[in-house]
């Protein structure tokens, strides 16, 4: 399924699933067996419920993203990317962070330095100033640009201090937030998280 997050392209999918259904109607009956059949992904099973045939495979959907703002609303995430602050300090108007000093204080400015960057699938293009983290359910703006094993945050009016759990990517900012800013997808997002990043699998 192509185009099945994109209902301009609605002919082209009803194309796709009727050639499937012909064919494999056809496989089937020359081979005399009967196989498992699914055509849908996670958009198609919003989009073309029609066509669940015996099964369907919810890709993204797993993870609480839908291609649909209103199917969103009734989905929950799933997974949370998260670091600690390891430093925190104050840099005066004039003073810059990071490399090519991409961001320099207009004046006496908190920032704090989170040990997660482009190495562990946080895109370089979410820093300065674009992207945010979220520190004690506050917006962290990003400064400067972000470094492979760091990145660094405007802290001037979030109470905050070293230890400090920070949110990288879960509810706020999500992966299609995060997606839409970058120009890409939820699915680069997600897939370029690095596996040197701890993972922790919590289960009912």
Known sequence: MATSDDLAHNEFALEQIEKFNRISNYISKELEI??????LNTSGISNYPQAQFDMVRLGIGLYGISNDANEQKFLENVGTLKSIISQVRTIKAGESVGYGRRFIAEKETRIATIPIGYADGIRRSWGNGLGFVMINNQKATIVGSICMDM??????TIPCIEGNEVIVLGENPSATLMANQLNTIPYEILTGISQRVKRIFYRE
Request: hydrophobic residues 50%; neutral net charge; without cysteine.
């Open 34 to 39: 009967n196989p498992i059949r699914h055509i």
């Open 151 to 156: 990145l660094m945050v405007d802290v001037t």
